[in-house]
């Protein structure tokens, strides 16, 4: 039985990440986001939960805004949630996927939005890795200044240096439903 092939899809803050995963699912792959996984962890993982309570107080649980204040502000804060995080995020895509493998009619592709992937070293567990990125201005526009917590991130240059598809997200949501469209055909061919 032939296994869905594992891609990647990362890139900078408001490149656009979101839209292009929106777009495999409609040439259909199978998707899912670390995002939404995290999402999902702050809201009913009660071990999650009880560490937040512990380390930021009872006010945080459940409050991404507020987590998001503290975290963002503290190097060593966003390193100790990163670390609580990112180990249950990898284990939810793992039974995600072995899901999809149990499947009788397996999807050709599942891709996963990751916006760390390679500031975790992630890119192994993956087929292939897509990029999206778009010019700081864009981005800006976009989602406002995020240049503090973008100087922790691996460069857009390097992420798309070592990516096996990347795309300047600046033009409209078409050209990136093309650039998908051109990925996921590629991609089938396997």
């Given at each position: 039985?032939?296994?869905?092939l ?73 390193d ?33 939005e ?77």
């Amino acid at each position: 039985m032939p296994r869905p092939l594992a891609v990647a899809l990362t890139g900078g803050i408001a490149a656009g990440k979101s839209e292009a995963l929106a777009s495999f699912a409609r040439h259909g792959a199978a998707t899912a986001s670390s995002d939404a996984i995290v999402h999902e962890l702050l809201a009913r993982d009660d071990e999650v939960r009880d560490a937040i309570r512990e380390r930021f107080g009872d006010d945080a649980v459940g409050d991404r805004r507020l987590i998001g204040e503290i975290v963002f502000g503290d190097p060593a804060e966003l390193d100790w949630l990163e670390q609580l995080l990112h180990p249950r995020v990898v284990r939810a895509q793992r039974a995600w996927f072995e899901e999809l493998e149990g499947r009788s009619e397996p999807p050709a592709l599942a891709v996963v939005e990751i916006p760390l992937l390679y500031e975790t070293g992630g890119e192994q567990r993956f087929d292939a890795v897509v990029v999206v990125t778009a010019s700081p201005e864009v981005r800006e526009k976009r989602r406002g200044d995020f240049a503090e917590r973008e100087a922790r991130l691996v460069p857009d240059e390097e992420k798309v240096r070592r990516a096996d598809f990347a795309y300047v997200n600046d033009g409209s949501l078409e050209d990136l439903d093309a650039f998908v469209a051109s990925v996921v055909e590629r991609l089938s061919s396997f």
